[in-house]
């Protein structure tokens, strides 16, 4: 079984920095992507951050400039650094795993999702 298991989400004033991380288990052999998605209240979850095996990234014109992301593909994790957050940032963010090959086979995954509340 893959699980993803996200932790950093919080409450912070607009402005302010959060850090969320997310781990990847299970009998994995290879992730080709892991990124972060975000969901507001009515609205549809959307790309935030991805970071490909090779390093190659690509973010939402939103959060450029303020949002970095990174992975380690030893630990099968992957870390979203977000600074100067706006109150626009609030949502439930989801990490997720691309193309994940594992002695189930081939799929991709979704973690349970953590919230992020940026107060003005």
């Known amino acids: 079984q893959v699980q993803l298991v996200e932790s950093g989400g919080g409450l912070v004033q607009a402005g302010g920095s959060l850090r969320l991380s997310c781990a990847a288990s299970?009998?994995?052999?290879?992730?080709?992507?892991m990124g972060w998605y975000r969901q507001a209240p009515g609205k549809q979850r959307d790309l935030v951050a991805r970071i490909t095996s090779g390093g190659s990234t690509n973010y939402a014109d939103s959060v450029k400039g303020r949002f970095t992301i990174s992975r380690d593909n030893a630990k099968n994790t992957v870390n979203l650094q977000m600074n100067g957050l706006k109150p626009e940032d609030t949502a439930v963010y989801y990490c997720?795993?691309?193309?994940?090959?594992?002695?189930?086979?081939?799929?991709?995954?979704w973690g349970q999702g953590t919230q992020v509340t940026v107060s003005s």
């Open positions: 997720n795993a691309d193309r994940v090959t594992s002695s189930l086979g081939f799929g991709d995954y």
């Open positions: 299970g009998s994995i052999f290879s992730i080709h992507a």
